[in-house]
């Protein structure tokens, strides 16, 4: 009854008085009219209670506005795509065997996706396999001696060797899907930890990770393409591999042919590896300035290995290039000119018929290297070098070549340079050209002269003094190595110049025995002119193991010594 009487009792809502806010704070009243209860007085029962109509009711929300962006769900996916990416950067490469080769595999982030495969020392591979934000690279490291070995030994093993090849891809394909699971998650999760510092967050971020993994797998898995492998994109010397084994197509249809191909590929890639890694130390009087002339690159990977290989052991001062560093001069070869400027040495180049102004262009940006043309004259490592690019430029057989008429000419221009400079009392060291037919314009100009382009190698006296020195191709013919039967040798030479006159004291020959052989050279050269009045003094080179003397500034050499050859293999 007592609460039935209150509830009787009970007054309705108040409207609200506006004009309360404005009274002396002792003087309102201690309850809100139209909100709040007068003291003592209690709530009525639900059954009364009305809302009234002058309450004041929350404004609605105006539909043209937009949502404020979801940042924090954005920011989520930025750290999962992130820690995704530098998980797959540290840890997503495996290591797989397949067929006679160790490759490395890994998922890259990319906007087009396909399928890279570097095989060094040939270059790259590009297959447009899938279109997804993930790229499959595939590194060629090293072919394994036992297993090549075997291949050669056994050709009848190439019969199976699709197979074998297939099974090692798909079985190394699941250890990269499993490892690149690992890596992404947890990639993604401590990236997680260290920007939010809270375990669910982190854990959302791994799980978001995995996710879009499985997203992109699922696009690639929708846009696979198997055809892909019969329009493969190469690069390097496998720009030109369709003219030794023939395009995809044909692979299939004379795969017996293919196989005989390959037998050779392999022995002569492994023979060298073998090469390389037994090229000979020697360690030159350290009184001398040390030039390493190198030529005819064209292309081949491995020549900066043998390049970077002889700067180191024989602390080489200068190297110079007489060109055909590339085939066919294109923008898309020039990332091949990147190992220019990380070899240890200053770079100096000058342009031969299959190097284009583009490429031209290209290396004269790079650090290090140092190129010349039109007679240009610097000093490098204190010897005064100047050069002239080839006029021609004959990539192919479509281009028709001026022949030596424009040669001769632009030794001309080189050996105008080379008489000003000495009637202005600062006479040239070194004279560059690509081909010998503008090298022999500078006859009496210059104490040596230096050129490429033939392939072998040639040193003459010219009639009025100069010393002529071709080299051969350092990166032994650039396809031919691994195409002919006979492979051509690889070489290049060390040239050895007093610190005070410049004058040529002797030089080294250095030959690599070509990819179908697993030997190199190494003769030692005096020249007769080396010091006037001197007296002959036959001369050897040391062996590998052993001191080796080198020229020196107190020491008379005598006339063209007799080389010894040096086989690293130790066969004859």
Known sequence: ????????????????NPLLRWLPRPFRPPWRPGRDRPPGVSAPPGAVRRPSRFRRTEPAVDLLDPPRPPARSLGLIAVSALGSWLGLLLIGTVHAPVGPMDTSMALRPSLTGGTRIDVAPLGDLELSSHYAPLRLDVDVDRLDPVRSQALVAHPERFAGLQ????????RGALGLAAHSCLAVAAGATALGLVVY??????????????????????????????????????????SSAPSVVGNARSIVSEFDVYQKELARLVTNVTKLYDATSTLPAYQPDPSTLRVLHV??????????????SLVKQYRINVIVDTGDTMDHGSAAENHFLDAASTLGAPYVWVRGNHDSRTTQKYLSGRRHVTVLDNGRVVRVAGVRIAGTGDPQFTPDRSVVAAGDAAERAAGDRLADVLRTERLAGTPVDLALAHNPAAATQTDGLVPLALAGHIHHR??????????LMVEGSTGGGGLRAVQNKKPAPVQASVLYLDRRTKRLQAWDEITLGGLGLSRAEVSRHLPRENQPGATPEPTRSAHPSGPHPGPSAGRSPGAFSRPTRTPSDGSG
């Open 295 to 308: 030529s005819d690159i064209h292309l081949n990977p491995a020549s900066w290995r043998i390049i970077a």
């Open 197 to 238: 510092r809270r375990p669910r967050r982190a854990l959302a971020a791994g799980g978001l990770a995995l996710a879009l993994l499985g997203a992109s797998a699922g696009t690639a898995y929708a846009t696979w393409n198997p055809d892909s492998v019969l329009e493969p994109k190469f690069s390097g010397l496998l």
């Open 163 to 170: 197979d074998e090849v297939t099974h090692d891809v798909t």
């Open 1 to 16: 009854m007592a609460r039935a009487e209150r509830s009787r009792t009970s007054a309705p809502d108040l409207p609200r």
């Open 458 to 467: 040639e040193n003459t006296t010219l009639p009025r003094g100069t010393r």
